[in-house]
């Protein structure tokens, strides 16, 4: 009995479905399924999109991830700080290319990684820090840099949430080495399917990357690199390209629902609405409140009025099963812990009605006054 699911990818295909079907049919008629113009063509638009003097586009977001580090040559022996309090990719990209993940706990009000706590966890083996823009608020990159600089380590944006998002009017890839993207189908930018991208303003990197998703082809039977198949389908692009001329809209159509929500939510006891750091262009992927209470029953209670709200995420990586061998003990990050215990995120996407976000409003108001 869901009535407001987290997100609606039908109510957006609806609003669009002439394009999304035209550029299918497009793909289908002149059979360039790999690679070829439509490729080129969403590479070039999404890298003025992003201000990036290059767009690679690759397989997934988890590829973008492991390519950029396999590009930069972070591998076996190297250390990447990242945070505990992302969706689990953003570590096996890391795990893939060899390298040892490091855990550097999050600032609890923007619940992205605390530039603060970075030194600390420096060591001669670490390579690169790979801040997460989680939710769609870029993480306090200017502290970040700095840290990187004076250490000269590499910094590796995971974007994948974070689609035109703004930091002091910049966008993801401007202050990193690359900042990687997912169109995973339920992101800001979704593909009807797995695709994802690399943007980045340093020629070589970019070209070592379009070389490593494509087998490390130099020519058709010529391989340079020892790479990987994670290349963008021809039709993905081709659906990408059909939606991007729409994401501003769309994202400032979730901002002005994360606005009304905060003024509709801030005055209910026991939630925390979520904090746009100044500055910033928040593009709300996730609309995430912190409450004070019995976070997973009032989330029972949610999904069981009709509300997809979820979490994200429930378990800190350094807690999850797969990633105990890491060697991290329950305690080790509080601010991680006690976010993923306590927040709660709820329905958010371009098309959603105000009657829709009402009835989530009025639901969870009901069941906080209980
Ligand atoms: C979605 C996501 C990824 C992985 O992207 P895929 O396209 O699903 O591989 C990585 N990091 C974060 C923070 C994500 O939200």
Redesign the pocket.
Known sequence: MIVVPLVDLKAQYQMIQPEIDSAVARVIAHTGFIGGQEVQAFEAAFAAYQRTAHCIGV???????FLVLKALDIGRGDEVITSPH??I??VE?ILQAGALPVFVDIDPVTFNLDPNQIEAAITPRTKAIMP???YGQIADMDAIMKVAQRYGLRVIE?A??AHGAELSGKRAGAWGDAA?????PG?NLGAYG???AVCTNDSALADRIAKLRDHGRASKYEHDLVGCGERLDALQAAILSAKLPHLDAWNDARRRRAAWYDQALHELNGVCTPAQMSGARHVY?IYCLAVSGDRDALLHALNAQGIGAGV?YPVPLHMQPALRFLGYEPGAFPHTERAAASIISLPIYPEMTTEQASRVVETLASLLSH
């Open positions: 397989a997934s977001g988890t590829a973008a991830l992302t969706f990719a953003t990209a997460v823009h989680l995971d994948a949430q990687c993207f997912s169109f995973y992101k797995d695709a994802g992927h994200h």
